[in-house]
Each structure stands twice: as C-alpha cells, then as structure tokens.
C-alpha cells in the first residue's frame, strides 16, 4: 500500500554489554489503601513500629502495590534506572511470547521520557536475544513537525532504538510528516486499517477497534497521556482511530494521537512513570479518591493487562 506510513529505515547497530549497578534497600511507608506483596524479592521484611516494608532485590529493587482491579500491577523501583532494566525484561519476555505464539508482534511507543526508559531492551542480553524481525512499530502520538525536528517523536525513538536494533525498515510504521495534522490523522488510520485487513495487526472482537499487543506510553505531569489532554475534546473522541489537535497545551500545539477506543483496546498497556512532577498525577490514578477533574491517565483501562512502572519519586504520594 502506497501509505506514508510505511517503511522507514532503521539501520543496524549494537551497544556494548551494559553493567547494571546494584541499588540499596527500598523503604515505602504503607499506608491502609496500599499493601506490598513478595515479587521476586530475596527477602521482604514487615516493619510493624515504622509502618513501613523494605525489600531487597534480586534483579532490581522493587516492591509491587496493589491497588483495585481495573488499576492494574503497580510495581515501584528504586530508582529510574531499576525500573529500566525491568522494564526491558517485561517487553522482551512479553515480545518472545506473542511472536512465538502469532508470528509478529506489534508494538506503539509514545514520545518523552518512555523512550529512553527502552534503552535496556536495546542492550545485551536482549539486542541478541529478541527476534526484531517479528516487530511491527507504531506510534500512539506525533507532533506535526519534519521526522528531523528535534519535537519529532519518530526521531527520538529512531535515535534511542530503531538505529540500534534490526527490525525491518518494512514494520516500521511512522506517521507522515508530509501532511496537514488532519490529513495525517486520516492517512495513519487509513494505513492501520489496512493492516487490520492484511491481518497483520488484530482487531478487538468486543468494538472493531485495532487490538495492539503492547502500548508502552509515558504519562505527563498533569496527568495526560499520548497527545489526549486534561479537560480537552479529544478525550472524549470515541469512534475515530486517530484524532488530530491543533491546540494542545503542550508545545508543539499540532499533533496526532490514537484516541482512547484504541488505547483500551490493547493486550497489554505499560504504564511508565518516573520523577516527582508526576507524583501527584499518580496518586490520583492509583489512589482510591474522587477527585472533580477526571485526569486522562485514570481513562486507561484496556482489554487486556495494564502494568504500571513507577520510579520511587513518582509513587511518593501514595
Ligand atoms: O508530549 C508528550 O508527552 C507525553 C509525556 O512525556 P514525558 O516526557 O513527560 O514522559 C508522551 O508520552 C507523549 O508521547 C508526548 O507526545
């Protein structure tokens, strides 16, 4: 199909074998909402006189938090680079898995801190060990800017991932930067149609929407997530695959995003978070309140599995 959202290249690169520095002890003050179950911990310890559990780690440190059903697993890591290496272990697993089982796997990125948070899975053992020929790459947003403008979220995972791992230029399926964001919008839902006919991507039995089998996406300060924003239309955008904004808060104003029919569509949701100037938008996710303002991040809750990674600075209000 002659889509602009075909095909663009990924040369072929390797990194050098990382070293994962060990973290200490993690500490999380339990509060009555929350309770921490073992997770692959060598040793979880309750603290009765502090209120508090510690943990040590056997990967990395984290500790898991349950929260109510639809929230999802939340695990809380150390630090950011923990989390990482995690985070690494659960696409990869998840990746051997659905390939194995369907013969492809589709994934979506979005833009911002998520991607560098990926910088694991293109590092040994998984550079070697991941079958990158299965991958079909999409995007859950774009800003409407050339692919070599530094706001350009194709660029970022290009210059973070795909120039370093060889998945065929052919499965990389990027939004066209040649066109009006509307004109964009239509052409990346065309083209996803398309792949839906051509079977390469599933559909959900339950609504018609296409069924990804893994969204990794990052979630903003004020709680938005892909280019859906607190308080904005778009959010409420139900029969569209692929919406266009012209106004969003967050420079650049115009972009493209999967709207939420989409996103609760998928098999798996990863929810990646780390840093302070989250904290709040997190508490309000995975808190049991009633808050007036319905943030974008509380909206996803997919067919499938949501899995939250939170770094400890952005689980801190909890
Ligand atoms: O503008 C965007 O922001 C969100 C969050 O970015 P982060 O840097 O705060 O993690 C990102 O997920 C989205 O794809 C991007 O277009």
């Excluded at 697993?73 to 051997?96: G, H, I, M, R």
């Excluded at 550079?127 to 660029?155: A, T």
């Excluded at 709207?259 to 840093?275: C, D, E, K, Q, R």
Aim: aromatic share 10%; hydrophobic share 40%; proline share 7%.
């Amino acid at each position: 199909m002659a889509s602009s959202c075909s095909a663009l290249s990924a040369n072929l690169r390797t990194l050098p074998n990382p070293s994962f520095p060990r973290s200490p002890l993690l500490r999380i003050p339990l509060t009555p909402r929350f309770f921490a179950v073992n997770h692959g911990f060598s040793s979880l310890r309750l603290n009765s006189s502090s209120s508090s559990y510690s943990c040590r780690r056997t990967k990395a440190s984290m500790a898991e938090i349950v929260t109510p059903k639809s929230k999802g697993k939340v695990v809380v890591f150390d630090s950011e680079e923990d989390l990482s290496v995690s985070l690494a272990e659960y696409a990869a697993d998840l990746a051997t898995k659905i390939s194995r089982e369907k013969g492809s796997f589709t994934v979506v990125f979005s833009g911002g801190s998520l991607v560098k948070s990926l910088r694991k899975l293109v590092e040994k053992p998984y550079i070697d060990s991941v079958d990158w020929s299965k991958w079909h790459v999409f995007w859950v947003d774009e800003r409407v800017v050339p692919k070599d403008h530094p706001d350009s979220n194709y660029l970022l995972a290009y210059n973070e991932f795909l120039s370093k791992v060889p998945i065929p230029a052919s499965n990389v399926y990027a939004i066209s930067d040649a066109l009006s964001a509307e004109g964009a919008a239509n052409d990346y839902e065309t083209c996803l149609k398309h792949l839906v006919k051509t079977k390469i991507l599933d559909q959900s039995q339950t609504n018609g929407f296409p069924k990804f089998d893994l969204m990794l996406m990052g979630m903003g300060p004020d709680g938005h997530i892909a280019s859906l924003f607190p308080g904005h239309s778009l959010v409420e955008e139900n029969k569209k695959w692929v919406a266009f904004i012209e106004d969003s808060p967050k420079p650049p104003p115009k972009r493209i995003s999967f709207t939420f029919p989409v996103i609760n569509s998928s098999a798996n949701i990863a929810l990646v978070v780390a840093g302070g100037s989250k904290a709040s938008a997190v508490y309000s996710a995975l808190a049991d309140v009633s808050n007036s303002e319905v943030l974008p991040v509380q909206l996803v809750e997919p067919e499938g599995e949501l899995a939250w990674f939170l770094d400890k600075d952005a689980a801190s209000k909890l």
